[in-house]
Every structure is written in C-alpha cells, then in structure tokens.
C-alpha cells in the first residue's frame, strides 16, 4: 500500500507538473495573444489612416480633375473668345481695306474730275487771253479810228 501511496503520489506530482507548464503555457499563449492584439490593433490602426489617407488623396484627385475640368472649359471659353475676337478684327480689317480701295476709287475720280477742271480752266484761260488780246486789238482799233 505505501508504494500504491508512493506512486500515486508519483502520479499526482506528474500531472500538477503538466497542469502547471499547461498553465505558463496558457499564460504564455495569453501574452502572445495581448501581443498580436496589440499589433492587430495597430494595423487597424494604421490601416485606418491609410485609408483615410487614401479618401482624402481621392477628393483631392477628384478636386484637381474638376479644376482641369473648369480649367479646361475655361481655356476653350477663352479660345473661343479669342476667336470671336479674331474674327471680328478680321471683319473690320477686311472692311477698312474696302473702305480704302473704295477712298482710291472716289481719289481716282475726283483726280480725273480735278484734271478735267484744270483742262477747263487752262482753256478758259486760254480763252480770256485770247479776248483780253482782242479786246486790246478792238481798244487799238476804235483808239485808230477815232483819230
């Protein structure tokens, strides 16, 4: 019976043995658990930021594409604008160009219109000359004869 006893007691000191290392095993495992816990909470944490990082990077791709977007509209509203301008001063330069081809037109009939008038003139001189010099010959004449 006392080596029954003893090896009960054998027995008995095995297991609390293998209970306690179950037990700093399980402690052990507890603390690696924390642990991973921990990280686990710092990638969600991380993660998190990222994310967030990522939203925001979103608006703002989301905010420069609707500024090149305007940009863009604005750059061909001004494109536009520039060619109505353009347009306009083409329209204006074509009609100075008529109105000056149009100027030489009435300056080429006013300069033949003033060539006739000098032709007119020179011959009414002419003319007034060839009175004057008659009236002189008649003057003489009328001088003569009444002498």
Do not use: C, G, P
């Not at 043995?17 to 700093?24: H, L, P, V």
């Not at 816990?37 to 969600?44: I, R, S, V, W």
């Not at 032709?119 to 009444?146: P, S, W």
């Amino acid at each position: 019976s006392d080596a029954k006893v003893q090896e009960l007691k054998s027995v008995m000191e095995k297991q609390e043995k293998m209970y306690d290392q179950a037990i700093d095993h399980l402690n052990e495992m507890k603390k690696q658990l924390a642990k991973a816990h921990e990280e686990m909470k710092e990638y969600k944490d991380r993660a998190e930021n990222l994310m967030a990082q990522n939203h925001k990077f979103q608006l703002e791709r989301h905010e420069i594409a609707a500024e090149v977007k305007t940009a863009k509209l604005l750059s061909d509203a001004k494109v536009q604008e520039l060619k109505s301008v353009m347009e306009k001063q083409e329209k204006m330069y074509d009609q100075a160009i008529d109105h000056l081809n149009e100027m030489k037109k009435q300056l080429a009939k006013a300069h033949e219109e003033m060539k006739e008038y000098k032709d007119r003139a020179e011959n009414l001189m002419a003319q007034n000359h060839k009175f004057q010099l008659e009236r002189h010959e008649i003057a003489a004449e009328v001088k003569t004869a009444k002498l």
